[in-house]
């Protein structure tokens, strides 16, 4: 019988975080937009997001101790980021300042080029609501109902502390906008951009926010 065990995220767990982070910004497309709107190759895209992963500031999606990971037979299968925006003054947005901390300057200024398309599908995050980023099911371990069980746990673990979830996900993404409105989320905003780059640097050019109450 296989044993699920929760747990915090670790340092060791790095490498799988960043697996989990490139996969969720892919949302089953080739597009990772870490790369193309910086400019950069995949693979200084996993060092850059090592290296801030291990800079630990917590309070955003960039953080190894903001996941938690679920274990199959102590084994890393699945994760997510968690924090509450705004609980101590943390906020989401240290996230914009540790990108501009560890990515060259002459790739921040690529992405400004798609200014207009960041706008159109930015979606603010409720302070006091329970965030989830970086949602990850490894591929062997799909289709076994651990990403509801993988959320029951965290919602538990918050219990008292907020009320409501919230997480975006790609509006093309119809099968995990599916799973996630079965565990009981429902879209609460929808942004599309009309811009031609959009479609060359993201998995699409729509972004859902979906709020689950706890």
């Known amino acids: 019988m296989t044993k699920i065990s929760f747990r915090k995220g670790r340092q060791e767990d790095i490498p799988f975080l960043v697996q989990a982070i490139i996969a969720a910004e892919k949302s089953g497309t080739e597009r990772l937009s870490y790369a193309t709107m910086y400019g950069l190759k995949e693979s200084e895209v996993v060092r850059l997001l090592s ?42 947005s240290l996230m914009s300042a540790l990108l501009a901390h560890y990515i060259p300057v002459e790739n921040l200024k690529k992405a400004m080029a798609y200014r207009k398309v960041f706008a159109d599908l930015r979606v603010e995050r409720t302070i006091g609501n329970l965030q989830m980023e970086g949602v990850y099911i490894a591929p062997e371990h799909r289709g076994k109902g651990l990403l509801g069980q993988l959320i029951q746990h965290i919602t538990a673990q918050f219990k008292g502390r907020t009320t409501h979830a919230e997480l975006q996900v790609d509006g093309e993404n119809l099968r995990a906008i599916k799973a996630y409105e079965k565990i009981g ?30």
């Open 51 to 92: 290296e801030m992963l291990e800079e630990e500031i917590e309070g955003q999606e960039l953080c190894f101790s903001s996941f938690y990971v679920l274990e199959s037979d102590g084994k890393p299968a699945a994760t997510m980021a968690v924090w509450i925006e705004g609980e101590e003054g943390s906020s989401s």
């Open 185 to 214: 989320f429902r879209i609460s905003l929808e942004r599309q951009s009309d811009e031609a780059d959009a479609l060359l640097i993201l998995p699409s050019n729509k972004k859902c926010a979906m709020t689950l109450d706890l």
